[in-house]
Structures are given as structure tokens and as C-alpha cells.
């Protein structure tokens, strides 16, 4: 009985011990620096301060109190940077958008007026020419004044 309570005393709290304090300070210490990210060591710079400030006797001057509100201001101030530079690409994305639909239409209207052209096939000779017919020698209409207009 001596012997279990020496060897569970003196072997298996101090390695159970051992193992706990590993398993604190290694593992989830390594896993807690893994999920570690700038913003969050940003954003606690200001506490580290803070509580420099309230331990010491010597006291901290007040630029150095105001580097977590400076710290803040910058992390407000990339926000806004990043949503105008969003609305921004957005904008030109949507510009460049209407100018190509634009560009599209043009050339559209272009192949067509191109294919209505037709210089590919000539007409042929005789048919310049047109024969009047006989029977309308004479014209009774007079020439209109505006294209569009009637006269009564």
C-alpha cells in the first residue's frame, strides 16, 4: 500500500502534471496562435496599454494613451477606404458595361448598312436604264414645294 501511494505520488500526479502543463502551454497555446490574426493583436495593443498604465507608478504620457484611439480610427477608417473602393470598381464596371453594349450596337448597325451597300455584286449594265413607259408622255402633277408637306 506505502509502495502505490509512493510510486502514484511521486511517478503519476508529477507526469499527469507534466502532461497537463504541455498540453496548456504547447498545444493550445500553438492552436491559439494559429487562429491569431493582425487585426486582433492590433486590437489588443490598447488593453497592453491600459494596463501598463494603471500598474506602473511612472506615469505614461497621454500620446501613447491616445495610440489605441488612433489604433481604432485606422481600423474605421480602412473600412470606409475598402466599401469606396467597392462602390467605385462598381461603377466603372458598370460604365464600361453600357460603353461596350454601345460599341456592340454601332457595329451591328455598321453591318448592317455594310450589307445593305452590297459592293460585292455589280449591277449589270442594261439595268441603269429604264425604258419611260409610252402611254405617261405627259405629267400633270406639279413638282412638291417641302418633301412632306401637301397642297390643298
Do not use: C
Not at 449589270?124 to 418633301?147: I, M
Request: proline share 4%; hydrophobic share 55%; aromatic share 10%.
Amino acid at each position: 500500500m506505502w509502495k502505490q501511494l509512493w510510486k502514484k505520488w511521486t511517478l503519476d500526479k508529477p507526469a499527469a502534471f507534466g502532461d497537463l502543463l504541455w498540453e496548456v502551454f504547447v498545444v493550445q497555446l500553438a492552436a491559439f496562435l494559429d487562429r491569431l490574426t493582425l487585426r486582433q493583436v492590433i486590437a489588443f495593443i490598447p488593453v497592453v496599454i491600459l494596463v501598463l498604465a494603471y500598474s506602473h507608478s511612472i506615469p505614461i504620457p497621454p500620446e501613447l494613451m491616445l495610440v489605441g484611439d488612433v489604433l481604432a480610427y485606422i481600423d474605421i477608417y480602412s473600412a470606409i477606404l475598402l466599401l469606396g473602393l467597392m462602390s467605385r470598381v462598381t461603377t466603372i464596371l458598370f460604365v464600361l458595361k453600357q460603353a461596350a453594349a454601345l460599341i456592340a450596337g454601332l457595329a451591328s448597325n455598321l453591318l448592317a448598312g455594310l450589307q445593305r451597300l452590297d459592293f460585292r455584286h455589280r449591277r449589270e449594265g442594261g439595268a441603269r436604264r429604264q425604258k419611260k413607259a409610252a402611254s405617261r408622255t405627259s405629267n400633270d402633277d406639279e413638282p412638291a414645294v417641302a418633301y412632306g408637306l401637301a397642297w390643298a
